[in-house]
């Protein structure tokens, strides 16, 4: 979630026709990046625990397990199959 926060802040200016007129521009693709999180949301509340904490928090499979006190086959079973899930929202979405 870290990551997330600081994407959004993330912000640059930009000068307009030399006048020293300052506007501020923000990357494109920031939608994406809310899309992305809105998909995480719609997956079952394990499985959005586990991607944060491997792709945000950048935990390993081994610390996840430990930290939902869950076995390590579980978590990586969980992962994968949502991983699964979130292309086929996303796929879905774009066609």
């Known amino acids: 979630m870290k990551s997330l926060a600081c994407l959004k802040k993330r912000q640059e200016t930009i000068w307009i026709d030399g006048e020293g007129a300052e506007i501020p521009y923000q990357e494109q693709g920031f939608e994406i990046q809310d899309d992305l999180y809105g998909q995480i949301r719609r997956l079952e509340e394990d499985v959005q625990t586990i991607i944060k ?5 950048e935990l390993s499979l081994k ?3 430990e930290v939902m006190s869950m076995n390590l086959n579980t978590v990586k079973a969980k992962l994968y199959r949502g991983l699964r899930s979130l292309r086929q929202q996303i796929e879905e979405g774009e066609g």
């Open 63 to 65: 610390e996840i397990a």
């Open 53 to 57: 904490l491997r792709f945000f928090e």
